[in-house]
């Protein structure tokens, strides 16, 4: 019953995620942990709307927006996202290059085209049943988060506060933080993604319908939909809680407060924490952005292409969908790219979030819309109560993107 839904969840917690979560660890400590508990209901809200709107149509996000939508708010929004997941796509292959280096030692920049091209040929030529089963165990590389909390000594009174006390400040720093959290963890690709990736399974299962088609199917799908989205949300944000735990009992109570990047944050708790917790916390890195890199690039020809109406998805071979391919190694080779043209990888992390945080309202918009109309859900248009979530996720982001303008502008 785990698929779309887990590895959607677990690619959340990629490395650029991993150092957007030490850094709030390592500067605010426990008291920034509540923020993961609030944003479950919300990333679940609007991942289950992509969710089904994937599975009750048959189409993609992208597909559905070039239908029902003005086309100039879809050329706004696939194209805002292309350009941020292929900036995140470089800062994550740094964060594993360097990662690595840590690690073993040698080049980054070797290891990071390494991991390029072994992510690359996976794509391109293993079958999709294949490679998602490859990507459903690789989301078992997140407990490597979980490992390293046994390793340090957690203050448990001190972080339960943190968790279920909410501490919030106006000062500018805490703000920007908080965008950062709320725009790594509830970002534009995973909306696409997942919803691609239901379309993915319709296409790969031979019973198997879109819901206007064969609407008996709609209780088992919309029972399992729900199943795996709650599950990989989950785990997604358990992990991100561990990630600011562990940073918040070392980094934070060491007074190294100012962590930028994942490779950063495990350096620095090799005096501290010591060499187990390094390797973990290095090694869960290499994995994270492994899971991670196929869905940015994923996601992203995914859009593109249901944008232009070209034949998608991973299921179809390389010769027949060859302008789907060709977008998706372009978009892998101009992140690893970045890496050898010297662009700072914090602005472009910062750049990367900004643009995430502008063009993630817009998105979330159109998909409360499209599943709020018969038209398009049939009688399978979304529910009250998750409506009702879904726009408070989309108001939360609206107030993201104006806090990260706002810190842009400030810095």
């Avoid at 319709?202 to 064969?214: I, S, Y």
Wanted: charged residues 15%; hydrophobic residues 55%; aromatic residues 10%.
């Amino acid at each position: 019953m785990l698929g779309p839904g887990l590895i959607t969840g677990a690619s959340d917690d990629d490395p650029s995620g991993i150092a957007t979560y030490s850094q709030t660890g390592a500067q605010f400590g426990y008291s920034a942990l509540w923020t993961m508990l609030v944003a479950y209901p919300l990333m679940s809200a609007i991942q289950l709307v992509s969710a089904l709107i994937g599975r009750v149509t048959g189409c993609g996000v992208a597909a559905n927006m070039r239908r029902h939508s003005p086309a100039g708010v879809m050329y706004f929004c696939v194209g805002l996202m292309a350009i941020a997941n292929t900036i995140n796509i470089g800062a994550d292959i740094a964060a594993m290059g360097a990662s690595a280096q840590l690690v073993f030692g040698g080049k980054a920049l070797v290891y990071a085209a390494a991991f390029t091209v072994a992510s690359l040929l996976l794509q391109v030529f293993l079958q999709y049943t294949t490679y998602v089963k490859i990507l459903k165990w690789l989301t078992l590389v997140l407990f490597a988060y979980v490992g390293v909390v046994f390793a340090v000594k957690v203050p448990w009174p001190e972080a339960l506060r943190g968790t279920f006390v909410p501490t919030i400040s106006l000062h500018s720093d805490f703000l920007t933080v908080l965008a950062a959290i709320f725009g790594t963890t509830i970002s534009p690709y995973l909306f696409f993604w997942q919803a691609s990736e239901e379309v993915e399974e319709v296409k790969c299962v031979k019973e198997a319908k879109p819901l206007v088609k064969a609407p008996e199917q709609e209780p088992a799908q919309t029972d399992r939909i729900k199943f795996d989205t709650y599950i990989g949300m989950a785990a997604s944000d358990i992990i991100a809680w561990f990630i600011i735990l562990t940073t918040a009992a070392t980094l934070h109570a060491g007074g190294k407060t100012d962590i930028q990047t994942a490779s950063q944050a495990a350096e620095a708790l090799r005096p501290i924490a010591g060499r187990f917790a390094f390797l973990l916390f290095a090694l869960g890195i290499i994995g994270t952005g492994l899971l991670a890199l196929p869905v940015l690039a994923g996601s992203a020809a995914y859009a593109v292409g249901e944008m232009f109406k070209w034949r998608t998805g991973l299921e179809a071979k390389p010769h027949r969908a060859k302008k789907f391919y060709l977008l998706l190694s372009a978009i892998m080779l101009a992140g690893l790219a970045l890496n050898y043209v010297h662009i700072d990888p914090i602005k472009a992390l910062f750049w990367s979030a900004v643009v995430n945080g502008i063009v993630a309202p817009p998105i979330m918009i159109v998909m409360m819309l499209l599943a709020s109309r018969p038209d398009v859900m049939q009688e399978f248009v979304i529910s009250k109560r998750l409506k009702i979530m879904g726009w408070i996720a989309t108001g939360v982001m609206t107030l993201v993107a104006v806090a990260s303008i706002i810190g842009w502008l400030t810095k």
